[in-house]
């Protein structure tokens, strides 16, 4: 999710664990707490090229999870904070622990046993901009604010937070329902299914063809499902079976579900289909990764280098471009 839907949720969770603000450095903790993992985003400014491998590993892990809290504990510690060390490594760990469960309803996945597997989990119910949740949030911290009491302040933060749940309760409702109509129209198995940008009222099925895909765009509650344009992936091509042989990063494999590969030139490039929302086109490119031929000194294939600029100029250029294929 978002880093304002991050924050509001501690905020939100805060109001209902201490609603009179009695308790040192108990929003302070869990909001910060909510918002730590995604300090990651740092790689892209050291390592552009693999900066979205990166994301969702170290910092979103339960296995690093603890260590993490701890830090965290210590540093409000030395910070000055009065409240025990045990009190504040809850706080941390539960602010930490509700991140990641946010950025498990995304499809980006989430590495939750890193270091020990690449391997990315996720729900997939809900897109990474939320109006609705985030809304639930808003709305809950300004209603919260007039209540008389602590009391009552409590019950209306826990009464979003249920809000919360039962939202994504109808998302995942909602995506199956769409599973099924993909399946009864494609008759192929479904590689993948993502919600399009900003509600889970549409989603895009996208299911492997020879040489590709067909994707198909789901209004679930109307109980439509529209042919999108198929989409072309030279897998075959021999540049890309190189490459694919020799030269693709940590965590490459886990992080793309739906790789379309295309040879430009001497480069071979890739992107996940997942990030490349109907909605938007078909054309927005903020994870694309490309590989050039080996150079002089021989070695195959390598990825591309890039800096923060090239990512930034790419994802603009290609939004620029859009035209909506309007299907929802």
């Not at 199956?176 to 299914?193: C, I």
């Amino acid at each position: 999710m978002d880093l304002a839907t991050h924050a509001l949720a501690g905020l939100v969770l805060a109001r209902a664990a201490d609603p009179s603000g009695t308790r040192p450095g108990t929003a302070a903790v869990l909001v910060v707490g909510s918002l730590l993992p995604d300090i990651d985003m740092v790689a892209a400014l050291f390592d552009p090229a693999r900066a979205p491998l990166l994301r969702h590993t170290a910092t979103h892990s339960l296995i690093l999870l603890p260590a993490m809290a701890a830090g965290l504990a210590v540093a409000v510690r030395l910070a000055g904070a009065r409240a025990p060390g045990g009190h504040l490594f809850v706080l941390a760990a539960t602010g930490i622990g509700l991140h990641i469960l946010l950025d498990l309803l995304n499809a980006y996945g989430v590495a939750l046993l890193f270091p020990l597997s690449d391997a990315r989990f996720e729900f997939g119910l809900l897109f990474v901009l939320d109006p609705v949740l985030t809304g639930i949030l808003v709305l809950a911290l300004a209603l919260s604010r007039l209540a008389p009491s602590p009391r009552r302040r409590a019950a209306v933060a826990a009464a979003a937070l249920l809000l919360c749940v039962a939202y994504v309760d109808v998302a995942a409702g909602l995506r199956q329902r769409s599973a099924d109509l993909v399946a009864a129209t494609a008759h192929a198995p479904l590689v993948d299914l993502v919600p399009e940008p900003l509600s889970p009222w549409c989603w895009r099925g996208i299911v492997a063809r020879p040489g590709g895909y067909a994707q198909y765009a789901v209004r679930p509650v109307a109980g439509v499902v529209t042919p999108l344009d198929p989409v072309v992936s030279d897998e075959r091509a021999a540049a890309v079976v190189a490459v694919r042989r020799s030269a693709l990063p940590a965590g490459f494999d886990a992080f793309l579900r739906a790789p379309v590969w295309q040879v430009d030139g001497e480069r071979v490039t890739v992107h996940d289909l997942r990030y490349r929302f109907a909605l938007l086109g078909n054309r927005w490119d903020p994870f694309g990764f490309a590989f050039e031929p080996a150079g002089a000194g021989g070695g195959g294939p390598r990825l591309a280098t890039a800096t923060l600029s090239d990512r930034l100029d790419r994802a603009f250029a290609t939004l620029s471009r859009l035209s909506p294929e309007g299907a929802c």
